[in-house]
């Protein structure tokens, strides 16, 4: 299985957050345009955070929001959210976080393998700097993988 696709419209680029549940709300905002979610998608990633605390931060500077699949989920989507100014989710070793990568998935199999395939991007250690320093949404595409692309 591919990744979602990153269409321009799931991409926001130096998003201003206060802290981490704007931040959340920025890359469900990014999930709604995109067409993969309903607003309340937003509102379960955030309650994920609450319930289970900051494991959403996989590696130092970057935050995989996401919730389990539900009648809020459209289709399966992807959301790159690049902040203007890093926000702490209380990730006792990662934190702040510059880059928040929105996942949403419409059946209960694809998380796993989302999540591996988002894990193979974060391998090479240049690729959360380099999202975080992205200055535009092709630039984000381009190391998301051209996979993952869709305009």
């Known amino acids: 299985m591919q990744l979602p696709p990153l269409p321009a419209k799931a991409v926001t680029i130096g998003a201003r957050a206060d802290d981490w549940r704007e931040a959340v709300e920025r890359a469900g905002e990014a999930l709604e345009r995109s067409g993969a979610t309903f607003p309340e998608y937003t509102k379960r990633m955030a ?22 699949p539900g009648p809020d989920v459209i289709t399966d989507g992807l959301a790159v959210v690049t902040l203007a100014e890093p926000v702490h989710f209380g990730h006792p070793h990662n934190d702040p976080v510059s880059v928040v990568v929105g996942l949403a998935v419409a059946h ?22 380099a999202l975080a320093a992205a200055e535009s949404v092709e630039a984000v595409q381009r190391i998301m993988g051209a996979e993952a692309v869709q305009r």
């Not at 605390?53 to 996401?66: D, R, T």
Request: charged share 20%; no cysteine.
């Open 47 to 68: 309650d994920v955070i609450d319930e289970f605390g900051a494991y959403v931060v996989i590696a130092p500077g970057l935050a995989l929001v996401h919730a389990r």
């Open 108 to 129: 209960p199999d694809a998380h796993v393998t989302s999540v591996a395939e988002l894990a193979n991007i974060f391998n090479d250690e240049a690729a959360i700097p």
